[in-house]
């Protein structure tokens, strides 16, 4: 007689991921991503991400380094993004070639330590200046930089948590070694700081050394490392998230995420109770309240008002580091206590954006996940540019297994995604194996390959987008159903060949943006669909739905044949259209976010439409260059630099000044063809001792006096720029120079176009 109960768990202690080496994937889109960056990452050449390590070192270059953010101020970090990736990819799929890569590079590390003689070993330009300035307390930073140096406790960051992964899923014990040696440089030059100090560094991206701080106290036993770690607390956003206030309106993203999955494991080391609120309001925030359709989130690099996504759709939303470090962190809440809400978070995101993030052809990533509709994802060129997501995008598709599974001790096993795998649970002396439909159909089927009998609940998730019941059949016997979303538990005694199977009841359905419920995503059980349209060129006209209402399941189809395809019927303007999966758009333009109308609503406005869409479309024809002033990477990008000069946010904007004869200064590309004009944005009601000089490549074009003339709106003030200044050139400098005893802005936007 078969034995089983079902019970809806609401709340369950603390669960644990399984190791990566006791999880294989067996088929589907997850395994041919994990194999297309397994082949890119033993394309990538230790000897040249190494190359600038060697030469800060004094030690001859066996390779020339890399180049894009390699060869600039962030030189060094895909190093330890490659170690975290090959080690865990290692532990995932067993091949012995990234063990070997591991010890080489580690071998090679220690070298460059051991040649230094002071714990330090990196690869950041202009060091020594940096840390003797540090060490005396001389501290500056604009946000993107501390010093004049970019992000270097960010770059260091990435070293720390590339070497403790090699460590701990590789089991180097010199990679342990040569953190704890820079960890004891860090807590060297960093002695001598008060409060005031450390927060003023703090301001300064610094990644989640707090995290790798703390985590290597707990591997070396040492308190002086977690003590370290705690005074990476940057109060200004921390405090207040504890306090459950919601102040990441404005604030760079990506910057945010690992202070926060440090602050976890500060939390796992100490029990800190500030710290778990911390880090569950800011969780909870940002994915009921700024997350995008596919799991994605922030605009430009930067978290907008809460709940207002539908006029945020760029090509810049969903930056794809924000993802992976929200599926960390999601790993730590839901071990805190596993909840359904956690587990539909994690499927999202790795259904939508991670699997979206990367070009399947050649293993580039996506820097950004375009929402705009009617746009192409563009990748990053894999030897060539080294952003941010292109170590983060290294290690994406080694971590799945992390994800799919967890477990409380041998008494209990969380089926949290539907993805086809192998389990091996050595605490409970079972193996599983877990096939599945998806995304084509909803039909699962767990079973024991090995082992038992073995008392045990497995819980099986119930996703929240499931709509009706799910029936549960053991060894082809139907034992019980539920409709309510969570997790369901099976509780028996397992054997060998015993096998669950139940379907997900899949239909597609809409998901309204929070502040515009006409503005819509369709989604399919786990998957976001999206519009193919196609390769190449541009989309003169929009696609819009004149839905009139009605309910998705009258006017959108399946398509016959295996692949996963549906049409929509007679509300497509101008014509239906064909929707796919959205990661399996690899280059077609595609729309995520529809606009549906009524029939007399489109007759009304069907042409103000169309006119906004040209005007769109013309401006971004004209535009030569755009600095979206007052964000960090826009402005590092574009060289800024200047004197009594700060940043900040008003109605809704970014904006920057100089203040008391201060300036600041950027590259802008022109088009030395044709005639060029410099447009400003200014807040139109700014006043008060706003006087100010314009220059071009050092020569004076315009002096603007701000004096609340334009009233409460932003306006668009056009500068022509001199034939002279453009020709022959590609780029010019563009200084605000503040008159003495004066301010220079508030300048809310700045672009080049050509003015015909």
């Known amino acids: 007689m078969i034995s089983c109960l079902l019970l809806t768990l609401l709340a369950a202690p603390q669960a644990q991921p399984f190791d990566l080496a006791d999880v294989r994937l067996t088929d589907g889109p997850f395994l041919e991503a994990q194999r297309v960056h397994a082949a890119y990452l033993k394309r990538l050449e230790p000897d040249r991400l190494l190359a600038r390590f060697r030469e800060t070192a004094g030690l001859k270059p066996k390779a020339p380094g890399y180049g894009g953010w390699e060869a600039m101020g962030v030189s060094g970090h895909s190093l330890g993004h490659?170690?975290?990736?090959?080690?865990?990819?290692?532990?995932?799929?067993?091949?012995?070639?990234?063990?070997?890569?591991?010890?080489?590079?580690?071998?090679?590390?220690?070298?460059?330590?051991d040649a230094r003689g002071t714990g330090y070993v990196a690869a950041i330009p202009d060091e020594k200046r940096l840390w003797s300035e540090i060490r005396r307390g001389e501290i500056r930073s604009q946000g993107f930089d501390l010093n004049g140096v970019w992000v270097p406790w960010y770059?260091?960051?990435?070293?720390?948590?590339?070497?403790?992964?090699?460590?701990?899923?590789?089991?180097?014990?010199?990679?342990?070694?040569?953190?704890?040696?820079?960890?004891?440089?860090a807590i060297d030059v960093t002695k001598n700081l008060n409060d005031e100090q450390w927060q003023r560094m703090l301001a300064c991206e610094h990644g989640g050394m707090n995290e790798v701080l703390a985590e290597l106290s707990a591997r070396t036993k040492d308190p002086r490392y977690l003590a370290l770690a705690r005074k990476f607390h940057h109060r200004a956003v921390l405090d207040p998230l504890a306090e459950g206030r919601d102040i990441l309106p404005g604030k760079h993203a990506n910057t945010q995420f690992p202070k926060l999955i440090g602050l976890a494991t500060i939390h796992d080391l100490t029990g800190d109770p500030s710290a778990e609120?911390?880090?569950?309001?800011?969780?909870?925030?940002?994915?009921?309240?700024?997350?995008?359709?596919?799991?994605?989130?922030?605009?430009?690099?930067?978290?907008?008002?809460?709940?207002?996504?539908?006029?945020?759709?760029?090509?810049?939303?969903?930056?794809?580091?924000n993802t992976y470090n929200m599926l960390k962190l999601t790993q730590r809440v839901f071990d805190w206590s596993p909840s359904g809400e956690a587990a539909d978070y994690a499927e999202r995101a790795l259904w939508n954006h991670i699997l979206a993030s990367t070009n399947r052809e050649d293993g580039g990533v996506t820097y950004y996940v375009t929402l705009q509709p009617g746009t192409a994802r563009t990748?990053?060129?894999?030897?060539?540019?080294?952003?941010?997501?292109?170590?983060?995008?290294?290690?994406?598709?080694?971590r799945y297994g992390l994800y799919l599974y967890a477990h409380e001790g041998a008494r209990r096993l969380y089926v949290n995604h539907f993805v086809p795998s192998t389990l091996r649970f050595r605490e409970a002396g079972l193996e599983f194996r877990l096939d599945s439909g998806l995304p084509a159909n909803g039909k699962v089927r767990l079973t024991v390959t090995k082992g038992g009998p073995r008392s045990l609940e497995v819980l099986v998730r119930h996703p929240s987008w499931?709509?009706?019941?799910?029936?549960?059949?053991?060894?082809?016997?139907?034992?019980?159903?539920s409709r309510r979303a969570g997790f369901d538990v099976l509780r028996r005694t397992w054997r060998?060949?015993?096998?669950?199977?139940?379907?997900?009841?899949?239909?597609?359905?809409?998901?309204?943006?929070?502040?515009?419920?006409?503005?819509?995503?369709?989604?399919?059980?786990?998957?976001?669909?999206?519009?193919?349209?196609?390769?190449?060129?541009?989309?003169?006209?929009?696609?819009?739905?004149?839905?009139?209402?009605?309910?998705?399941?009258?006017?959108?189809?399946?398509?016959?044949?295996?692949?996963?395809?549906?049409?929509?019927?007679?509300?497509?303007?101008?014509?239906?259209?064909?929707?796919?999966?959205?990661?399996?758009?690899?280059?077609?333009?595609?729309?995520v976010y529809f606009d549906a109308f009524t029939e007399r609503q489109w007759a009304e406005r069907e042409e103000e439409y169309r006119a906004e869409e040209r005007r769109r479309a013309e401006l971004a024809a004209k535009t030569v260059d755009e600095l979206r002033i007052g964000e960090m990477q826009p402005e590092r990008d574009h060289g800024l630099t200047g004197e009594n000069t700060s940043a900040?946010?008003?109605?809704?904007?970014?904006?920057?000044?100089?203040?008391?004869?201060?300036?600041?200064?950027?590259?802008?590309?022109?088009?030395?063809g044709v005639p060029n004009e410099l447009v400003v944005t200014y807040w139109g009601a700014d006043s008060g001792g706003?006087?100010?000089?314009?220059?071009?490549?050092?020569?004076?074009?315009?002096?603007?006096?701000?004096?609340?003339?334009?009233?409460?709106?932003?306006?668009?003030?056009?500068?022509?720029?001199?034939?002279?200044?453009?020709k022959g050139k590609t780029s010019v400098r563009v200084r605000f120079a503040a008159l003495p005893g004066r301010w220079a802005g508030g300048v809310f936007g700045v672009r080049v176009v050509r003015s015909r």
């Open 82 to 113: 490659y170690l975290s990736a090959i080690s865990a990819m290692g532990r995932a799929t067993g091949d012995p070639e990234f063990r070997r890569r591991v010890g080489y590079l580690v071998d090679e590390l220690k070298l460059c330590q």
């Open 155 to 185: 770059t260091l960051h990435k070293l720390f948590a590339g070497l403790l992964d090699a460590h701990r899923l590789m089991g180097n014990r010199k990679a342990l070694e040569i953190a704890r040696r820079l960890g004891d440089w």
């Open 277 to 321: 609120r911390a880090v569950r309001f800011f969780w909870e925030t940002v994915v009921r309240h700024h997350t995008y359709a596919i799991g994605g989130n922030s605009d430009h690099e930067y978290f907008g008002p809460p709940d207002r996504l539908a006029d945020r759709l760029s090509t810049n939303t969903c930056e794809t580091c």
């Open 379 to 398: 990748y990053n060129r894999p030897f060539d540019d080294f952003t941010c997501c292109v170590g983060t995008g290294m290690e994406n598709h080694a």
């Open 466 to 481: 499931v709509q009706g019941d799910v029936a549960y059949r053991i060894d082809g016997r139907r034992i019980a159903s």
């Open 496 to 591: 060998a060949n015993d096998s669950v199977e139940f379907e997900l009841p899949l239909e597609p359905r809409v998901e309204p943006t929070p502040d515009n419920p006409s503005r819509f995503a369709l989604l399919y059980g786990p998957l976001v669909l999206a519009a193919d349209l196609g390769r190449g060129g541009e989309v003169e006209r929009l696609p819009v739905l004149v839905t009139g209402g009605r309910p998705v399941r009258d006017w959108l189809r399946r398509m016959p044949g295996e692949r996963l395809a549906f049409r929509t019927v007679g509300v497509g303007r101008p014509e239906d259209l064909t929707l796919r999966p959205f990661y399996e758009l690899v280059h077609e333009r595609a729309i």
């Open 648 to 672: 900040g946010e008003a109605m809704g904007r970014k904006w920057r000044h100089a203040t008391d004869g201060g300036w600041f200064e950027f590259t802008l590309k022109v088009d030395p």
């Open 690 to 726: 706003r006087e100010f000089d314009i220059l071009v490549d050092g020569r004076k074009i315009a002096t603007e006096r701000l004096d609340g003339r334009y009233g409460r709106r932003f306006v668009d003030v056009v500068y022509p720029l001199p034939e002279e200044l453009v």
